[in-house]
């Protein structure tokens, strides 16, 4: 969605847009996108399965910097929603780096 909607149209559903540049929210968008990409193929194609651990600490730097942008907009749902999604992707590079690792 951020990556294909024109401002105009994300703003009333991500407020947060309106403190970045266009570009700026594509670049999230796109990063969000390919971060999910890259849990998902390399796990199930088995090509490339370091990708997935690298994925997810990518996806949970995002999360972090997201809650940062949040607690300047002063929206504390928003922070805890990107803190559960910090911590399930912390978990997924903890599972695929750590003692767990395939």
């Known amino acids: 969605m951020k990556s294909t909607q024109p ?3 994300l703003e009333p559903r991500l407020p947060w847009a309106e403190d970045y540049s ?3 929210v594509r670049f999230i968008g796109i990063a969000e996108l390919a971060g999910a990409l890259g849990l ?3 796990a199930v194609t088995g090509i490339a399965p370091i990708l997935t651990p690298l994925a997810a600490t990518g996806l949970a730097v995002i999360m972090v910097l997201a809650a940062l942008a949040h607690v300047r907009r002063k929206a504390p749902a928003a922070i805890a929603m990107k803190a559960a999604l910090f911590l ?3 978990f997924v590079a903890w599972g695929r780096f750590g003692p767990y690792a395939l």
């Open 7 to 9: 401002e105009e149209k």
């Open 22 to 24: 266009a570009g700026t």
């Open 40 to 42: 998902i193929l390399p």
């Open 88 to 90: 399930l992707a912390a």
